[in-house]
């Protein structure tokens, strides 16, 4: 079958245009003839030049973007440049190879006239000579590979997985994929050919995708590069690319990242915070609901993540009600197109006009009806509340600094804590009883408290009298949290009437069933000491 497979390659290369020179005896030539080939729009032959078993990772999912002619190298200038290369107005500069063993790393620059864009590749030595492949195959290799239903997961720290993250990983592709209207052939092949995921600490993913990010989607080979796990967010950008096949490369930002954070959250936010935040931006009047619809404006008028995507999430999950997500993805693929300048050219007016139509009233009506729907979620999980009768509750822990009393009711649980010392923040840990996490080290208790044991805790409430979150260890996930500074007419610190007077301070909090259902007596309840300097949202 190899023979067969080199024969067929070696056919190819014989019908290929005479002027490309297919000489594959060292990095520097593989990707001055890959420029060649794109140059003369020899896009089969492009291809020979790339990594045969990443070519087919590229291909598995049948994903394709609109006018762009190698899906597999989607995301660099050679292609996104195509054009301008063809037309001779655009030079290859080698500026650096480093060559380690049977890998290399290939610095170029794409000069015209009035622009410079660097790239830089990776290549492989294979029985066939050099090839082209993407860092993090390359980086990967001799990485660990744990199979999920959906996912092939690299990691090179067995700590930081668990086999809880794994099934919320795998349950949260089939709730999202239901969601997206994806057949069950269509996720039957999902399962079958699976997502690379690759999950990497601050220096590997710096390595891999060349900055220090929290994590993103690799369009040309349909995976997920990320330190964080599950990363819903960059998932559900896949799985949109998966359930629109032929899509233009580019949307409009509001569309998809407020689907993503609509439906995955965000960096270690959960959907509810991210919807919280928005909440609390509009309400500040930080922002106006025009500025997310257009590019130039999401983009550089805003400019911050922080503002623009929560708010964009709420405003997506408005329209997703309204009309339902099969209309919904009929605006995403309107407004989507092959470049970002195309993008700019969707004006606001237009996107305006196409929201009337799709939702049948005015934009005043529209941003009226919104504002009313966005209020629902000026708490997320954790909401101010008052505790009508006094004693003991349910459950009651002490420590110096703390006495916690927790009360279950029927759609909340009341969480009562007294200061007995001016320290001012602490954390309640639950760690489930009837399950042990082996070896795995939960990264974001690690950055909440620096040389504490961890010992498999699930959940951690941090507190404050002027806010509170509740994290889950297992997934390093944000699930809920309060603060007076998103909610100033609000407050958890309460007056300790009827107490002792050593008690310096007293918040209740109530956390919604939704948040935290289970039965409090299958959790080792315990006090963390204070610390200091870590923010909670």
Not at 198 to 211: F, N, P, R, V, W
Not at 251 to 274: D, K, M, S, Y
Not at 303 to 332: N, Q
Request: aromatic content about 12%.
């Amino acid at each position: 079958m190899k023979f067969l497979k080199n024969l067929v390659i070696a056919v190819i290369f014989s019908l290929l245009p005479i002027k490309v020179s297919y000489a594959l005896d060292s990095p520097e030539k593989l990707v001055t003839n890959y420029f060649l080939a794109i140059k003369s729009q020899d896009w089969n032959g492009a291809k020979i030049f790339w990594d045969s078993s990443y070519i087919e990772s590229t291909e598995r999912f049948g994903i394709s973007y609109q006018t762009v002619p190698a899906k597999y190298d989607c995301a660099s200038p050679f292609v996104l440049a195509a054009g301008a290369i063809h037309q001779g107005v655009v030079t290859l500069a080698i500026d650096s190879m480093v060559k380690i063993d049977d890998f290399a790393r290939i610095d170029v620059t794409l000069k015209t006239d009035s622009d410079t864009v660097s790239a830089r590749y990776y290549a492989v030595m294979t029985d066939l000579g050099w090839r082209l492949t993407s860092p993090a195959k390359l980086y990967s290799r001799d990485w660990n590979r744990l199979t999920t239903r959906y996912l092939n997961l690299y990691y090179s720290d067995s700590s930081r997985i668990n086999d809880f993250a794994c099934k919320s990983a795998d349950r949260f592709i089939e709730e999202t994929g239901s969601l997206l209207g994806l057949s069950q052939s269509e996720m039957t092949k999902l399962s079958e050919r699976k997502i690379d995921y690759y999950l990497c600490d601050k220096d590997e993913i710096k390595s891999i995708t060349g900055y220090h990010e929290a994590g993103m989607t690799d369009l040309p080979s349909d995976a997920i590069i990320s330190q964080y796990f599950p990363h819903n967010h960059e998932l559900t950008h896949l799985l949109v690319n998966y359930a629109l096949p032929n899509l233009p490369l580019y949307t409009q930002p509001f569309l998809q990242e407020g689907l993503a954070c609509h439906l995955g959250g965000r960096w270690g936010r959960a959907v509810n915070v991210i919807k919280y935040a928005g909440s609390a931006t509009l309400e500040f009047d930080v922002v106006e609901l025009e500025q997310i619809l257009s590019y130039d404006r999401f983009k550089h008028q805003i400019g911050m993540p922080d503002i623009s995507y929560p708010v964009s999430s709420l405003f997506v999950g408005y329209i997703i009600d309204a009309v339902g997500m099969e209309k919904f993805l009929e605006l995403y693929r309107q407004f989507s197109g092959d470049s970002s300048s195309e993008l700019m050219l969707q004006s606001e007016s237009k996107i305006i006009i196409s929201l009337e139509e799709l939702l049948g009233r005015s934009w005043d009506e529209i941003k009226t009806d919104f504002d009313l729907s966005r209020k629902q979620f000026v708490h997320a999980g954790i909401i101010p509340t008052e505790l009508e009768q006094t004693g003991l509750g349910d459950y009651s822990i002490q420590s110096g600094d703390f006495a916690v009393s927790i009360r279950c009711l029927p759609k909340k649980n009341v969480i009562d804590i007294l200061f007995f010392t001016t320290s001012n923040s602490g954390t309640i840990s639950f760690r489930p009883l009837d399950t042990l996490i082996q070896k795995y080290q939960s990264s974001l208790f690690a950055e909440h408290y620096p040389g504490v044991i961890y010992d498999g805790c699930r959940f951690g409430l941090r507190f404050s009298p002027v806010e509170a979150s509740l994290y889950d260890y297992w997934t390093n996930d944000l699930i809920a949290t309060f603060s007076t500074g998103f909610s100033p007419t609000e407050s958890i610190s309460v007056i300790a009437k009827g107490r002792l007077p050593q008690i310096v301070n007293r918040i209740l909090l109530g956390i919604e069933k939704s948040v935290f259902d289970e039965p409090f007596d299958s959790y080792a309840i315990e006090l963390i000491p204070p610390s200091k300097n870590i923010k909670m949202y």
